[in-house]
């Protein structure tokens, strides 16, 4: 890592006291080298970083880093404090800090940096010489691999990696030289590691496996999914491996390889944690003869994070949200589609074209209501698909291709107990469920083949529809009927709060899964639209539209709170505001948390309770301003877009005015502009 740091890039004596000041702290003497532009457009790349994943990892280590436009070398900084920050670690304070930071598009440049101090982080030797050091330019030689490596036994940077070179990003870690098991054959296991953004965890794992492995005396290679792609393994490595261990956060790719082995499936702080436990756990797999069930189809869903189906128990809530995405993610489309093309038809025939005779019995060309009738049956037929596709996708992602089947037919039999919306999600949930007690049931190889295409969806899809139809439809569906009649009967003061809750959490995470568990609420009540449903669809499409209207607004008027690629976003979240898109505000909540989000929120509570109060409807989806004109209600709609969005920007300059005028001690302050650690 020649070139990298040099002793001005050093500090031994690091006074922040949270990881937002650490990094401006170390990211100001990158500035003073030269190496980073513009130190808030910097910070905000950090901070957007941080966002998606903590980065602290166990032992005392914290490893803020990003790729930014702002870099114009790769740079490494180094911390070490004396009382300790939060980066989000476990097991507690880092004391040891590295900022790191490449050009943007630099993947190789970043992916090399990160991947070999993560290597180097895994030795104890080297981390004790790093709190031991007194003087920077010492410290720096060490972190360049210039100063001799301490005598650890078996160092991986000596044995595996050229000094000052990581391993090409992607490429499958070294095989680990084992001693033998007693027989002249070791015990070998393939691993494949990953997490969210495929660089620092995804190597510390590899490292830790492949080291537990060595001291074992067991034969482990990985393979590392990283952000810039991977190399595979040799596929006769993987037929000769005994077992197979995936310490993983995101879904692994083309795991059909691994088809037919014993399969330990865990997070990836697990790999890094604990590998002599996955090991061991492995090895009594492979002595019982367990066989994992890996899907024939490959791939699968993509997961956002979370570890695969037999992740750690603690992974529960996050596989959950997972599944549940998925079946949204896939069913948005058909809403969408189905119900804009409902909305238009209301605009040109009128809410009583619904009970028109079908358009292939009954069609003229010169007749405005029979385009009218076309648009609404077409959109009605888009929307007859929103309960299945929602079920048979969350079984998708649960288990897979296999799952599929019994999904759609479980939510085609929902639709037909008039279980609705709630009666999707559990079908989902159920043929999952049983997908995947199936896949667990030992078989003989020869029927392996069909055991996807025939046997599963075959068991699995009678199981379910005994489920939905004689055990819990009905209960489902009285329960749909309740919540119906609930919303019907909303006025006043109830009314109003619901359209609070909605709003809060529209504007919590702005795209985030409560902000989709709102809106999936509101679209599913679209599949049978009554007076309540159509009032919570115009609530929650109201405040999704305010975070970004309102950082555009916030933006325009006190320009001088905001950075130059702020005011920039700025012009773009108009647009996107305006659009329905709430992901707009998410540079600015990244960048400062603590007031942006708490300022969105409030505009959004606002909104949705005063859409909710003026008796607002919806029929549409989506669309923003740009399906107004199917509102009802529309200019008290505008009112409380209006309204909201002048709450939020007022905050939003309030909070942001008085931080910057508040007197912050020296070496810690933080722009308001350049708001680092957003909460992950």
């Known amino acids: 890592m020649s070139e990298l740091i040099t002793a001005e890039l050093v500090d ?14 170390l990211a100001e003497r990158m500035v003073a080298a030269h190496r980073v532009t513009d130190l808030d457009g910097f910070l905000a790349d950090v901070a957007a970083r941080e966002a998606q994943m903590p980065t602290g990892l166990d032992g005392g280590i914290g490893i803020p880093h990003c790729r930014s436009e702002h870099v114009s070398a790769p740079t490494l900084a180094f911390g070490r404090s004396a009382r300790g920050i939060d980066f989000g670690a476990a097991d507690g304070p880092a004391d040891l800090i590295f900022l790191i930071a490449a050009p943007a598009g630099a993947d190789d440049d970043h992916l090399t940096i990160l991947s070999g101090l993560a290597r180097r982080l895994m030795d104890p030797e080297f981390t004790a010489a790093l709190r031991a050091g007194d003087d920077p330019g010492t410290v720096a030689a060490l972190i360049r691999g210039e100063e001799p490596a301490p005598e650890t036994g078996a160092a991986p940077e000596a044995a595996d990696v050229p000094e000052g070179k990581a391993p090409e990003a992607g490429a499958p870690e070294r095989t680990a030289s084992p001693a033998d098991d007693g027989d002249g054959a070791p015990f070998r296991i393939v691993a494949v590691t990953s997490c969210p953004t495929g660089i620092a965890h995804t190597y510390m794992a590899a490292e830790s496996l492949t080291a537990a492995g060595r001291a074992e005396g067991v034969e482990v290679t990985v393979e590392t999914q990283g952000s810039a792609g991977f190399s595979k393994l040799d596929p006769a490595v993987i037929a000769a491996a005994d077992a197979v261990i995936w310490a993983h956060d995101v879904e692994v790719r ?8 014993p399969l330990v499936d865990v997070g990836v702080k697990a790999g890094i944690n604990r590998p002599a436990e996955l090991i061991a756990e492995a090895r009594r797999k492979a002595e019982r003869g367990e066989i994992a069930a890996v899907p024939e189809g490959g791939d699968g869903p993509e997961a956002g994070d979370g570890g695969g189906s037999g992740a750690d128990s603690a992974h529960f809530g996050v596989r959950l ?3 549940l995405m998925s079946g949204v993610s896939y069913m948005v489309p058909f809403v969408a589609a189905g119900g804009l093309l409902i909305a238009l038809s209301f605009a040109i025939g009128g809410y009583e074209i619904a009970d028109a005779k079908s358009v292939a019995d009954h069609f003229v060309w010169g007749q405005a209501d029979s385009w009218a009738a076309l648009l609404n049956q077409i959109g009605s037929a888009a929307f007859g698909f929103l309960v299945p596709v929602l079920a048979g996708y969350i079984a998708y992602g649960m288990a897979d291709r296999p799952a599929l089947v019994p999904g759609f037919v479980g939510g085609a039999i929902a639709l037909t107990v008039e279980a609705g919306f709630l009666g999707g999600l559990v079908a989902g949930l ?17 029927l392996r083949g069909i055991m996807p295409v025939l046997v599963i969806p075959l068991i699995a899809s009678a199981v379910v529809g005994f489920l939905m139809f004689i055990v819990v439809g009905k209960p489902i569906a009285a329960l749909q009927g309740a919540l119906t009649d609930w919303l019907n009967g909303l006025s006043g003061s109830n009314a109003v709060i619901l359209g609070v809750v909605l709003g809060l959490m529209m504007c919590f995470d702005m795209g985030g899964p409560l902000n989709k568990v709102a809106y999936a609420f509101a679209v599913g009540g679209l ?4 007076d309540g449903s159509l009032k919570v669809m115009a609530a929650v499409m109201a405040a999704g539209m305010v975070p970004p209207l309102a950082l555009a607004l916030a933006t325009t008027v006190r320009k001088k709170l905001f950075t130059k690629t702020e005011r920039e976003n700025g012009r773009a979240a108009w647009v996107l505001g305006a659009s329905f898109i709430t992901e707009g505000a998410i540079p600015f909540a990244a960048a400062d948390p603590l007031r942006v989000i708490p300022s969105v929120m409030a505009g959004g509570a606002v909104t949705g309770a005063l859409s909710m109060a003026f008796g607002c409807t919806l029929r549409a989806p989506h669309g923003g301003i740009f399906v107004v004109p199917l509102i009802g209600e529309p200019f008290l709609y505008l009112l409380a877009i209006a309204a909201g969005t002048l709450v939020a920007t007022a905050l939003v300059v309030l909070l942001k005015g008085a931080r910057r005028k508040a007197a912050v001690p020296a070496g810690e302050a933080t722009a308001p502009e350049a708001r680092v650690g957003a909460a992950a």
């Open 527 to 530: 599949a049978d639209p009554t």
């Open 254 to 261: 083309e795991k059909a390889r691994f088809r037919g082995k």
């Open 12 to 25: 031994l004596d690091l006074s922040a006291a949270t990881k937002d000041a650490a990094a401006r702290s």
């Open 321 to 323: 949200r997972t599944y």
């Open 430 to 446: 159920l043929a999952g469920a049983v997908v995947m007690a199936i896949q667990r049931v030992p078989v003989h190889p020869t």
